[in-house]
T-cell receptor
């Protein structure tokens, strides 16, 4: 059963703590993405990776960090430097990583992070 | 400023009616995609239309693209209560013949279909 999994579904964090959100895919996709979604808003790109051991900042990377040590995994760390981390976080992957016409993205179910 | 902006922000209709949502964007694109999101869930890809296409169909979905006006519309025909969701357009920006590989999402249209 192929797809993208994210864990945990709900996450609570105290102010000043770092937390790591998991994203795993078994679709053999090269590209992976992290988005943030605030209530009633669209998605904003945090980080993306087009190949293992390489990643680029998106539009709102400050206060976040990522790694891409394996093709299947793209974890996101929300650091204490992120001033307003409460949001819904979505991970996605796509087969193509630029240079082609079609790059449909497949999304995980999301992680809802709440800072207490 | 938003690359993709949907209109209307919210749409409420009765089952069986058609629903039309519009999307405007600012820069040249490789393709434009529509996604659906049920409340509290991830997004699901619905349809992709390339910059050299004007219309595309998939089941009850019809998408049009007007690159001269930098706009697209999504029509859902014979709507059902199960179509209730948020719908987002996303643009794949053009970069001299290649794609950046990134999508820019609009803020979405919330569609409510009443039984």
């Amino acid at each position: 059963d192929g797809g993208i999994t994210q864990s945990p579904k709900y996450l609570f964090r105290k102010e000043g703590q770092n937390v790591t959100l998991s994203c795993e895919q078994n679709l053999n996709h090269d590209a992976m993405y992290w988005y943030r979604q605030d209530p009633g808003q669209g998605l904003r790109l945090i980080y993306y990776s087009q190949i293992v051991n390489d990643f680029q900042k998106g539009d709102i990377a400050e206060g976040y960090s990522v790694s891409r040590e394996k093709k299947e995994s793209f974890p996101l760390t929300v650091t204490s430097a992120q001033k307003n981390p409460t949001a819904f976080y979505l991970c996605a992957s796509s087969r193509l990583a630029g240079g082609h016409e079609e790059n449909e993205q497949f999304f995980g179910p999301g992680t809802r992070l709440t800072v207490l | 400023s938003q690359q993709g902006e949907e209109d209307p922000q919210a749409l409420s209709i009765q089952e069986g009616e058609n629903a039309t949502m519009n999307c405007s964007y600012k820069t040249s694109i490789n393709n434009l995609q529509w996604y659906r999101q049920n409340s509290g869930r991830g997004l699901v890809h619905l349809i992709l239309i390339r910059s050299n296409e004007r219309e595309k169909h998939s089941g009850r979905l019809r998408v049009t693209l007007d690159t001269s006006k930098k706009s697209s519309s999504l029509l859902i025909t014979a709507s059902r209560a199960a179509d209730t969701a948020s719908y987002f357009c996303a643009t794949d920006r053009y970069a001299g013949g290649t794609s950046y590989g990134k999508l820019t999402f609009g803020q979405g249209t919330i569609l409510t279909v009443h039984p």
